[in-house]
Nanobody, 120 residues
Framework: QVQLVESGGGLVQAGGSLRLSCAAS????????MGWYRQAPGKQRELVAA???????NYADSVKGRFTIARDNAKNTVYLQMNSLKPDDTAVYYC??????????????WGQGTQVTVSS
């Protein structure tokens, strides 16, 4: 079993910055992809950014140039640096990991979600 623990959400004024973190623990052989999704009230969950192991990053058009995703494989942790935040970025942010278990099977895990609120 694998657990994901998120941290770093909060309330910030437009133009401000926040940094989210998500750390995985448990029976992990490796983590193929680490990503961040978000869900605003009344909207579907959407991909914000993803970073595969050894691959190139992928960003939603709405956050390109403002958000940066990074991973620390030694710590099984992904970060999302969010700059120039806008009220439209207000949502619950979820981390998402594609994990290869010790038995070499792949599983998908979600974090518990962290609220990001950007005031105008």
């Amino acid at each position: 079993q694998v657990q994901l623990v998120e941290s770093g959400g909060g309330l910030v004024q437009a133009g401000g910055s926040l940094r989210l973190s998500c750390a995985a623990s448990g029976s992990i052989f490796s983590i193929k992809t680490m990503g961040w999704y978000r869900q605003a009230p009344g909207k579907q969950r959407e991909l914000v950014a993803a970073i595969p192991r050894g691959g190139s990053t992928n960003y939603a058009d709405s956050v390109k140039g403002r958000f940066t995703i990074a991973r620390d494989n030694a710590k099984n942790t992904v970060y999302l640096q969010m700059n120039s935040l806008k009220p439209d970025d207000t949502a619950v942010y979820y981390c998402n990991f594609i994990v290869v278990s010790l038995s070499l099977n792949e599983y998908e895990y979600w974090g518990q979600g962290t609220q990001v609120t950007v005031s105008s």
